[in-house]
């Protein structure tokens, strides 16, 4: 399995700036899947990917804590152009064992430039080009790539930090705390005491995949989330393989149903949102009494205005039923030496506690970009379906779905960029700009995603740092993959919203 590559390079002395058409910032499942696509669809054009990492995986390089797992089914978040064979939800390191295999059959390791951290981003209307400043891990120099092309694929969490709350006390406890996304490889929590904060996919991994090595484990949240328990099969690929299917075959069957079935769901929870809420808490009902569903795993919105995360057997509720899982649903007051005390008054003491709470977005990759020798602020640009932006040359943001895999829009995208960059070609044009049309000048603009459609907290709080969106569908990152996989491949590079030049 391909994990390192290095291409050759001038010596450093030299500075030279090292030129290609199309520089792809990410080696996560975005960027993997963009060089693919690059190679497929543009055979004729250089292309590099630059991964601060020392390897690929993007989140699953990054999270390394036990049970680490996907929340959406590998039909789907996998690539369409490469079967998966396993079960539907996998576990991270399968996922970077089948991320590899996409690199190593496509030969796509000799693009990659790992341990590279892009800092600075300068694009020129002059040159047509943009300079993009790394650098670079293995000696801390700074080098300096130019492109005709920006692919920023980085993914939407910062990879060097999770976000936890401060909450009074923390200096006062004696034990540690952790969060998932520093996991500390050699972290001993056998025989302990402890907590996990949260309510989301995270913490439902974290607290069954720790409980038989513990003494206990205490899920504390603030307020309850959806989950979908099942088992982790599906039964039509099953049949498929009894049947002797190919498995391409099999992959893009079972893709078609997963998406089918995904569709008519996320329909009814805008039309249907009580029934689909009474079925989902009868699924819970299923393991656990009817006091403990209202009491932890009633949530107060309807379904889809978060995550809902599938939970392969129930095994937060099994382990819940074997007693070596509780669930605690209260504010937290504050820490204290021996653990936390909560609003209700109860103290839950812990000698480890793992802070489940959520990531910070990470806006264009904490990259300072500049436009011709102006600062660029996000926030004050419209976006182009979600990728790309007013007044900002040659670039397409992969930003993925929240109620759909985000493979699914990173490979609409890729396509996308494939496209334009041949019909650039083919109209001999350097750069392209998005800009609103005459009649669309005084469109009202409102924050890059509507709170009452989806709110989870990482959006919340850095909904100031991005993008506008428009009144129309053109204006704004849908959400809708259902209508955006039709819509995609018909729009018309012709029409007045790209400026050529």
Not at 88 to 116: F, S, T
Not at 306 to 326: C, H, Y
Not at 473 to 479: A, G, I, K, V
Request: aromatic share 12%; glycine share 8%; with cysteine.
């Amino acid at each position: 399995m391909t994990d390192t590559a290095t291409l050759t390079r001038p010596p450093a002395a030299e500075a030279k700036a090292e030129h290609y058409d199309v520089l792809i910032v990410g080696a996560g499942i975005s960027g993997v899947g963009g060089a693919y696509h690059m190679r497929d669809q543009c055979p004729d054009k250089s292309f590099v990917v630059l991964e601060t990492k020392p390897s690929f995986g993007g989140t699953w390089h990054t999270h390394r804590y036990p049970g680490v797992r996907s929340d959406s089914d590998l039909f789907t978040f996998g690539y369409r152009f490469k079967a998966w064979t396993g079960a539907p939800i996998a576990a991270g390191d399968e996922i970077l064992k089948y991320m590899g295999e996409v690199i190593e059959e496509n030969d796509l390791g000799r693009h990659m430039r790992y341990g590279h951290t892009i800092t600075r981003a300068s694009w020129s209307s002059a040159e047509n080009l943009w300079t993009i400043e790394a650098v670079r891990a293995e000696d801390g120099q700074t080098v300096r790539f130019t492109a005709g092309f920006l692919w920023m694929a980085q993914g939407y969490f910062r990879q060097s930090e999770g976000y936890t709350p401060e909450w009074e006390g923390m200096a006062d406890f004696k034990g540690q705390i952790v969060h998932p996304q520093n996991w500390p490889q050699d972290l001993a929590y056998k025989g302990k005491k402890v907590i996990v904060i949260g309510s989301g996919a995270t913490a439902a991994t974290l607290a069954p995949s720790i409980a038989a090595d513990v003494e206990h484990v205490t899920m504390l949240q603030r307020s309850p989330t959806y989950f979908v328990p099942g088992r982790n099969v599906n039964e039509l690929a099953e049949t498929l393989r009894a049947l002797k299917i190919d498995e391409n075959w099999i992959h893009e069957i079972v893709r078609r149903q997963v998406l089918a079935n995904g569709g008519a769901f996320t329909k009814r929870t805008f039309e249907q949102p009580e029934e689909v809420r009474k079925e989902l808490l009868g699924l819970v009902g299923t393991f656990l009494p009817a006091d403990q569903v209202e009491k932890h795993f009633t949530p107060s919105y309807r379904p889809w205005r978060q995550r809902i995360a599938f939970m392969p057997n129930g095994d937060l509720f099994e382990g819940m039923k074997t007693g070596k899982v509780s669930v605690v649903t209260d504010e937290i007051d504050r820490f204290t030496e021996k653990g936390i005390r909560v609003k209700s008054g109860e103290e839950i003491e812990a000698d480890l506690i793992i802070t489940a709470t959520g990531f910070n977005l990470n806006v264009h990759g904490d990259i300072d970009f500049v436009i011709d020798g102006a600062p660029l602020n996000f926030a004050e640009t419209v976006t182009y379906r979600g990728m790309m932006f007013t007044g900002v040359p040659n670039m397409v943001w992969v930003f993925g779905y929240f109620r759909a895999s985000w493979t699914l829009r990173s490979e609409l995208i890729a396509d996308f960029v494939c496209r334009l960059l041949n019909h650039m070609d083919e109209r001999q044009a350097h750069r392209v700009t998005v800009a609103l049309r005459p009649e669309e000048k005084d469109m009202e603009l409102c924050s890059w995603i509507d709170p009452e459609n989806f709110n989870p907290g990482y959006l919340m709080r850095a909904m100031h740092l991005l993008p506008k969106r428009g009144a129309t569908r053109e204006w704004q990152h849908t959400q809708d993959y259902w209508t955006e996989k039709d819509e995609f491949p018909a729009i018309d590079l012709d029409d007045p919203v790209f400026v050529y030049g």
